[in-house]
């Protein structure tokens, strides 16, 4: 059966990846500091984690509305250990933890706060960018969020809109520009599981979905190679297993011994998700026009040359 060619990239498709990894250069760059801090402090990282869930309320529900790929009970797990440790108070008297609301207390929201601060500073020394530079990165990237936010919907802007924000006014550029990277990639979350939701249902088929990803990437191609890569997931190989066969069914997949690649109609299904995911995440970048993504690009990758070695 022969495969599809994969369509053309969207125009603005290169601008983001740069963004993208400065996002996770950051992150370690500022790594140190923060576990530091929150291993003399005594705070969970698993906290700072669902920062980006918002920090309002937590519950399973809501975890999947942003990540829906992850094992659901692994999350009401993690939640009734932080409510246990004094972190989230249990609201509405359920006893289920899958379906249990926690509210999260002033304290932990402040210790998130503290965490991010501490990374935040270390970028603040670490980052060998002139300010002003720095600056006009962040004003190009806050006003790519302002609008996503005034987006038309579809997509929801349920991650971009809830997300816990830490910098201010007073953290350092490096800091700000971090604050701001975050707010994109919710939004391309956001875009994204509404691309595919059309096709899979996310309430109960995102661990279906990051196995056909996995397989339409090339990242693995059996239910082992799947389980090993996708680990943080919190799924066996047994789950996707069941994945693979339900995928097969659809004929989105096809078997090959004990690994799968993806049917012409699978391929072009997958394809047509990234084409609306990019088609809805690039739609607001025209607020900048197309001389304000070049700059934007250009900026961001100087920055990342500048970055120190990790």
């Given at each position: ?175 700000r520009i971090r604050e701001a990277a975050l707010d994109l990639l919710a939004y391309r979350d956001d875009v994204h599981l509404a691309a595919w939701s059309a096709r899979a249902d996310p309430a109960t088929e995102g661990g279906l979905w990051n196995a056909f990803s996995h397989v339409w990437s090339g990242a693995a191609s059996s239910a082992e190679g799947i ?84």
């Open positions: 059966m022969t495969i599809p060619p994969a369509p053309d990239p969207h125009p603005l498709a290169g601008a983001w990846p740069p963004i993208e990894t400065t996002v996770f250069e950051f992150w370690g760059l500022a790594r140190p500091a923060m576990n530091a801090l929150a291993e003399e402090q005594g705070i969970p990282l698993a906290l700072h984690n669902y920062a980006e869930l918002g920090l309002e309320t937590l519950s399973v529900a809501d975890a999947l509305r942003r990540d829906p790929y992850s094992r659901p009970e692994d999350f009401a797990e993690e939640f009734a250990r932080l409510a246990a440790a004094g972190w989230l108070d249990a609201i509405g008297g359920s006893d289920d933890p899958m379906i249990t609301r926690y509210v999260v207390l002033p304290h932990a929201r402040e210790a998130v706060r503290a965490i991010d601060a501490a990374g935040d500073a270390l970028l603040g020394d670490l980052v060998a960018v002139p300010d002003a530079e720095l600056a006009r990165i962040h004003e190009l990237l806050a006003t790519i969020h302002a609008a996503n936010l005034a987006a038309p919907e579809p997509p929801a802007r349920w991650g971009a809109e809830r997300r816990f924000r830490s910098a201010d006014e007073s953290t350092p550029p490096p800091g389980a090993l890569a996708a680990a943080f997931r919190g799924y066996d190989a047994s789950f996707y297993e069941q994945a693979l066969r339900d995928l097969e069914a659809r004929g989105w997949l096809v078997a090959e011994g004990t690994e799968y690649r993806t049917t012409a109609a699978g391929q072009a299904l997958r394809d047509e998700v990234e084409r609306q995911t990019d088609e809805w995440f690039f739609a607001p970048w025209a607020v900048l026009g197309e001389e304000g993504v070049t700059e934007l690009r250009e900026r961001v990758e100087a920055l990342l040359r500048s970055l120190p070695l990790l």
